[in-house]
T-cell receptor, first 113, second 112 residues
Framework: GAGVSQSPRYKVTKRGQDVALRCDPI?????LYWYRQALGQGPEFLTY????????KSGLPNDRFSAERPEGSISTLTIQRTEQRDSAMYRC???????????FGEGSRLTVL | GQNIDQPTEMTATEGAIVQINCTYQ??????LFWYQQHAGEAPTFLSY????GLEEKGRFSSFLSRSKGYSYLLLKELQMKDSASYLC?????????????FGRGTSLIVHP
């Protein structure tokens, strides 16, 4: 997606391992969102940052999930002790117009074996 | 909380018109979006309605009725490339911010 780079694009891991997914809003943006999308479903909200402040983390499924954006630019979503049900596409999005119109990255597809 | 409902799948013929409905129940409503998502790709923005009425943009139009909690996306002169998932998203207020919250999407299949 325009202005948002995510890595890795694909991640295969074994159950119980930790994974870190990275989002780099190339031009630097105030608002940054993390969503999770299962096949055939819409994006599910996980968490939202306004600069470095995590203003809403109500969508994080449980305490194995955490996110940070320490300098208000690059963000990392970390999943500890992964489980098979964590398998999904994880998408980062920015809101450059501050209207809620989101620009999504290409996503990180996580597969937990 | 919020609940967003849209049909799972629709089919239509090339050149025809199709209407995709979306109903929602949410607290702190502050606008409704439609996104298009082709298979294997990221969602891309189509339209935004915050006031009641119809917004037209080329072959695509979007309608909103806030009192009824209802929106539709109208696609005219359908083309094969319009085959995609169409996501309705409501901007709801929570945690001090407005968060776009998505429905499950409507898979549109356009056939010749």
């Amino acid at each position: 997606g325009a202005g948002v780079s995510q890595s890795p694009r694909y991640k295969v891991t074994k159950r119980g391992q930790d994974v870190a997914l990275r989002c780099d809003p190339i031009s630097g943006h105030v608002s940054l969102y993390w969503y999770r999308q299962a096949l055939g479903q819409g994006p599910e909200f996980l968490t939202y940052f306004n600069y470095e402040a995590q203003q809403d983390k109500s969508g994080l499924p449980n305490d194995r999930f955490s996110a940070e954006r320490p300098e208000g630019s690059i963000s990392t979503l970390t999943i500890q002790r992964t489980e098979q049900r964590d398998s999904a596409m994880y998408r980062c999005a920015i809101d450059p117009k501050n209207t809620g119109e989101l620009f999504f990255g290409e996503g990180s597809r996580l597969t937990v074996l | 909380g919020q609940n967003i409902d849209q049909p799972t799948e629709m089919t239509a013929t090339e050149g025809a018109i199709v209407q995709i409905n979306c109903t929602y129940q949410t607290s702190g409503f502050n606008g409704l979006f439609w996104y298009q998502q082709h298979a294997g790709e990221a969602p891309t923005f189509l339209s935004y309605n915050v006031l009641d009425g119809l917004e037209e943009k080329g072959r695509f139009s979007s309608f909103l009725s806030r009192s009824k909690g209802y929106s539709y996306l109208l696609l005219k002169e359908l083309q094969m490339k319009d085959s995609a998932s169409y996501l309705c998203a409501v901007k709801r207020y929570g945690g001090g911010s407005y968060i776009p919250t998505f429905g499950r999407g409507t898979s549109l299949i356009v056939h010749p």
